[in-house]
C-alpha cells in the first residue's frame, strides 16, 4: 500500500520561505510531482523531479522560486519555497505519476492528503 504523508505548509509573509516534505511508504524508485490547488482553482502542476534526483522540473510561474529535491535514503521529497507570492497560497499534495514525469493531474496515481500554505501580503 502506497502511501504519501506531506508537512511544512504555515502561514508566511510575502517574501518568506517554507520548505515542505513528502515522506513516502509502499514504493521506491518513482518520480514524484508536487502539486497545488488554489482557492476556487483547479489543481495544477507546481514541480516535478525523477527517481534518482537527476532531473526537475518546473511550472513557470514558481522557476527561479521553488526547488524540489529528495533524499532516497529517508524516502523523502522536499520543495523549498523561497520568495513567497500571495498568489502561491494552496493547499500543496505530493503526488506519484502513473508512469513517466507528466504535468497534467490526470497523470498522477497517488496523492498525499495535502498540507496548506496561506502568503499574506
Known amino acids: 500500500q502506497v502511501q504519501l504523508v506531506e508537512s511544512g505548509g504555515g502561514l508566511v509573509q510575502a517574501g518568506g520561505s517554507l520548505r515542505l516534505s513528502c515522506v513516502v511508504s509502499?514504493?521506491?524508485?518513482?518520480?514524484m510531482g508536487w502539486l497545488r490547488q488554489a482557492p476556487g482553482k483547479e489543481r495544477a502542476f507546481v514541480a516535478a523531479?525523477?527517481?534518482?534526483?537527476?532531473?526537475?522540473y518546473y511550472a513557470d510561474s514558481v522557476k527561479g522560486r521553488f526547488t524540489i529535491s529528495r533524499d532516497n535514503a529517508k524516502n523523502t521529497v522536499y520543495l523549498q519555497m523561497d520568495s513567497l507570492k500571495p498568489e502561491d497560497t494552496a493547499v500543496y499534495y505530493c503526488?506519484?505519476?502513473?508512469?513517466?514525469?507528466?504535468?497534467?493531474?490526470?497523470?498522477?496515481?497517488?496523492w498525499g492528503q495535502g498540507t496548506q500554505v496561506t502568503v499574506s501580503s
Open positions: 503526488a506519484i505519476p502513473s508512469s513517466v514525469i507528466g504535468r497534467r493531474v490526470e497523470e498522477y496515481d497517488y
Open positions: 509502499g514504493r521506491t524508485l518513482y518520480n
Open positions: 523531479i525523477n527517481w534518482s534526483g537527476g532531473s526537475t
